[in-house]
C-alpha cells in the first residue's frame, strides 16, 4: 500500500536546469563567462549597441523541469513493475484456483496503479536512464526516492537472476528432477515393500538461484529403511552429482553422467547390492525432436559399460504437455516424460514416478 500511494505522488521532483539562450535586453538576469565571451566578441560600444536590431543577449535562462535523474529511475522502476505484474498474472491465469487469491488481486490493483503512473503527464516526457549511470545524491538521501532505489535495484538484480537462470536451464531442470524424486521417496507406499525414513528432513530452498539451482541438496530426504517380505531389510540412499565424489560407490560411477544416485546396501554391509542412476534431460531445450526410445538407448549403453553393478536407470525429460511413463529394456530403463508446467508435477509424481520407482527396487 505504501508504494501504490507514492506511485500515486510521481513527477513531484522538479529542478531548475539552466541553459544559453538569446533573451530580450530588459530580461537578462544572469550570465557567465561564455556569455561574456560572445557579448565581448560582438560589435559596438554599448549594451544597446551590441544586442543588435532584435535587442537581444546570449544570457542564462533557468526553467523548472522534471527531467531528473530520480524521475528517470521513478519511472523505469514502475515500467518494470508493470511488467513484472503482468508477468505473475499471466503465470496464475492458467490456475483458477488463484485467480481470486488475495495476492492476486493485490497484484492486479498495483498492476493498475503503475500503469497509470506510467502514463501520468508528470513522467510523460522524462526519458529513461542512462545504463551505467551513477545515483545521485537525492536517490541516495532522500526519504522517498532512497526507497525507490534500493527496490530499483533489488528488482534489477532479480531481473539478471532470471536471464543467468537461463543460462543454467540444464541445471535448473536437474534441480527440479531432484525434488520431484526425492518427493516421490519420500511419499512411497506399497503393500509389499515397507519405505520409512531412518531420520526426519525438511525440504530448503535458497530464496537466490546458485548456477541454476534453488533447491539445496544438502536436505534430500533419507537415508530409508526397504523392508522386503521375507526379513529383507535394506538401506536407500539418495545422492546427488554434486556430492557423488564424497561417496565410496557413486565416485565409481562418474562415468555414467546420472544427476542422482539411488544407492541401496543391505543391513551391515558396506558393498552396495544395487543402483538407480537418474538422469534429468531438458529435452525441450533442444531443436530436434528426440524420441523417448533413443534416449533410453543413451541411457543402457551407459550402464552397459559398467560391469560388476546391478544397475537401473530412469531418465525424467521435459515434454511440452504430455505426460506418462515409457519402458524400454525389460524394464532395466524406464523414461518418465514430465511436462515443464508445474501445475502438473503433482500427477506425474502420483501416477507415474511413484510407480516407476516402485517397479525399480521391486522387479
Not at 552429482?241 to 546396501?265: P, R, S
Request: net charge positive; hydrophobic share 35%; proline share 3%.
Amino acid at each position: 500500500k505504501g508504494w501504490m500511494k507514492f506511485i500515486g505522488m510521481t513527477g513531484r521532483s522538479h529542478r531548475n536546469s539552466q541553459e544559453r539562450s538569446m533573451v530580450a535586453i530588459n530580461k537578462v538576469d544572469e550570465l557567465d563567462s561564455q556569455c561574456l565571451r560572445w557579448f565581448v566578441k560582438q560589435p559596438g560600444e554599448s549594451f544597446i549597441e551590441k544586442a543588435g536590431p532584435k535587442q537581444e543577449l546570449l544570457g542564462v535562462v533557468r526553467r523548472s523541469t522534471t527531467e531528473t535523474l530520480e524521475n528517470k529511475v521513478l519511472k523505469d522502476f514502475i515500467q518494470r513493475c508493470e511488467r513484472s505484474s503482468r508477468s505473475y498474472l499471466l503465470s496464475v491465469r492458467r490456475l483458477s484456483k488463484y485467480l481470486r487469491s488475495k495476492r492476486t488481486s493485490s497484484v492486479e490493483r498495483f498492476r493498475r496503479i503503475c500503469e497509470g503512473g506510467r502514463n501520468s503527464e508528470s513522467l510523460m516526457d522524462v526519458a529513461l536512464p542512462s545504463p551505467g549511470f551513477q545515483p545521485n545524491y537525492v536517490l541516495q538521501r532522500d526519504a522517498r526516492y532512497s526507497r525507490i532505489w534500493e527496490w530499483y535495484r533489488k528488482l534489477l538484480k532479480k531481473e539478471r537472476e532470471l536471464d543467468s537462470l537461463w543460462d543454467w536451464q540444464a541445471r535448473t531442470w536437474s534441480d527440479i528432477g531432484s525434488f520431484l524424486v526425492a518427493l516421490a521417496f519420500s511419499t512411497l507406499k506399497n503393500d509389499q515393500l515397507q519405505v520409512a525414513p531412518i531420520l526426519e528432513s525438511h525440504f530448503q530452498f535458497s530464496s537466490e538461484q546458485d548456477r541454476g539451482s534453488y533447491f539445496m541438496m544438502r536436505s534430500l530426504p533419507g537415508p530409508f529403511i526397504l523392508d522386503y517380505p521375507g526379513g529383507d531389510r535394506r538401506v536407500l540412499e539418495l545422492v546427488h552429482y554434486d556430492n557423488a565424489a564424497l561417496h565410496n560407490e557413486c565416485k565409481k560411477l562418474g562415468h555414467l553422467g546420472g544427476h542422482l544416485f539411488c544407492v541401496i546396501n543391505r543391513l551391515n554391509t558396506k558393498v552396495a547390492t544395487d543402483f538407480i542412476v537418474f538422469w534429468f534431460v531438458n529435452s525441450l531445450a533442444s531443436k530436434q525432436d528426440i524420441s523417448a526410445e533413443t534416449v533410453a538407448a543413451s541411457a543402457k549403453s551407459s550402464l552397459d559399460a559398467t560391469s560388476g553393478k546391478k544397475l537401473k536407470g530412469v531418465v525424467l525429460r521435459s515434454s511440452k504437455n504430455n505426460s506418462g511413463v515409457e519402458s524400454f529394456y525389460n524394464n532395466q530403463i524406464q523414461v518418465v516424460n514430465v511436462p515443464a508446467d508445474p501445475s502438473s508435477w503433482s500427477k506425474v509424481i502420483s501416477e507415474h514416478l511413484m510407480t516407476v520407482i516402485d517397479r525399480a527396487l521391486t522387479e
